[in-house]
């Protein structure tokens, strides 16, 4: 099994230039940031295969019956097309995959993550016209369609079966043993969608430590985004140290040191041991 491999520096610093543009445009197109995010895991991604990648979903959309009717109608026309024709749908061995959350790779392999399966069924559904968002449910991504009072949802994941009303409430609950508060049910932006996938990679780099360059690019894409968790500094910070670039992890712990101190001086304190330490590993 192949693992991809990212792309040369050159072209990794203009993908990641395209990336913050488009993350801060004003609009931010989820499909474009999930196949930049893809090229910058592939380096076998190039412009053929980004533009291959759009020309698909649009033809996907293109195959979807015309205004089918309400949301529930949508939701089954997306779930006969996407599910039962082309075979979109995921399984437990998807998440050992890194491909699994890279878009050019879900559309080839039709396996993915259930936000990854999500952005495709969103983006055919989008351009063919329906009400169609993400629902970050904890542990578990789905699709909504309609208004919130017309809201059906269904689960890529599992060949976008249409979820029942207790359907959402047992995800949930099976995912965190937590019960299904009404506001996990509202739309998600993109950038929260595209913070979502980059979380996913770093979750997968983590647990393989000789892939810390996969995590080291997932954190500094997170880094690209408007709005981002400020400890995401931290984790860069120990991933140049880890990969031996004691100098500019030094600096980084610093400077996150810098922020914390406002409001944690003990933790900063900790933080600048690690900067003396990691320093100290030059001489």
């Given at each position: 099994m192949r693992t991809p491999q990212p792309?040369?520096?050159?072209?990794s610093a203009e993908l990641r230039r395209?990336?913050?543009e488009e993350a801060r445009s004003e609009r931010p197109d989820l499909s474009a940031l999930c196949l930049l995010?893809?090229?910058q895991a592939d380096g076998t991604l190039d412009e053929a295969g980004l533009d291959a990648a759009q020309i698909e979903l649009d033809e996907l959309a293109g195959q979807l019956p015309?205004?089918?009717g309400g949301p529930r109608s949508w939701a089954v026309a997306l779930r006969e097309?996407?599910?039962?024709?082309?075979g979109f749908r995921g399984a437990p061995v998807d998440y050992q995959r890194l491909e699994s959350s890279l878009l050019h790779e879900v559309l080839r392999r039709r396996r993915g993550l259930p936000i990854l399966l999500s952005v495709v069924w969103m983006e055919v559904a989008r351009r063919a016209g329906a009400p169609?968002?993400?629902?970050?449910?904890?542990?578990?991504?789905?699709v909504g369609f309609g208004p919130p009072e017309e809201q059906v949802l269904a689960d890529p994941f599992d060949g976008g079966r249409v979820l029942t009303g207790g359907d959402a409430q047992l995800l949930v609950a099976g995912a965190t043993g937590a019960a299904l508060d009404p506001s996990m049910l509202g739309p998600a932006e993109p950038l929260e969608v595209v913070l979502r996938i980059l979380n996913n990679v770093r979750a997968w780099a983590a647990a393989r430590?000789?892939?810390?360059d996969v995590a080291l690019w997932a954190v500094e894409l997170s880094l690209l985004l408007p709005s981002h968790p400020a400890r995401l500094r931290y984790e860069r910070a120990q991933l140049l140290v880890q990969r031996g670039d004691f100098l500019a992890g030094a600096s980084e712990l610093e400077a996150y040191a810098e922020?914390?101190?406002?409001?944690?001086e003990a933790a900063a304190a900790r933080v600048r041991r690690q900067a003396h330490a990691a320093r100290s590993m030059l001489n």
């Open positions: 792309p040369p520096p050159e072209r395209r990336f913050a995010v893809g090229a015309f205004r089918p097309l996407l599910g039962d024709r082309c169609v968002y993400g629902v970050a449910l904890p542990g578990h991504f789905v430590p000789e892939r810390s922020v914390v101190g406002g409001v944690d």
